[in-house]
């Protein structure tokens, strides 16, 4: 199966579809996007979709609802979550001002104090 995003107001992911792999087939058995774009354009009437992939080998992230979509770098960008996070270019994934505690306990982002807290599970 072909995963194709449908773009919408600002660059918006709005929903994310399956199109079977065939129909992608171009006359000489290879997989096209465009087609799976007209595919999809003649079945909704909505014109602007990207494939997408599970395992990102195209546009960086696998879309999700609420993901953007950057045409400068073609990838898809997920929500930021915190005003304090960068964006890590080769990735197009947020980035926390503080790496991530490798103790083994879980954690959560307090974006107030800009640090990583334990989460009591008690």
Not at 33 to 60: C, H, M, P, V
Not at 88 to 102: L, M, R, T
Request: charged fraction near 20%; charge should be negative; glycine fraction near 4%.
């Amino acid at each position: 199966m072909a995963h194709f995003a449908k773009i919408g107001l600002n660059s918006k992911v709005i929903q994310v579809v399956s199109v079977h792999n065939n129909e992608l087939l171009d006359a000489d058995g290879v997989e096209q996007e465009a087609n799976g774009i007209n595919f999809l354009t003649n079945l909704t009437g909505w014109a602007i979709w990207k494939q997408t992939s599970y395992n990102a080998n195209i546009r960086k992230n696998f879309a999700s609802v609420g993901f953007k979509y950057d045409e400068d770098r073609d990838a898809f960008i997920p929500p930021k979550p915190f005003p304090s996070w960068t964006l890590v270019e080769s990735i197009c994934q947020w980035e926390a001002p503080v790496a991530y505690p490798s103790d083994g306990l879980m954690y959560e982002w307090n974006e107030e104090n800009q640090q990583w807290e334990v989460v009591d599970n008690s």
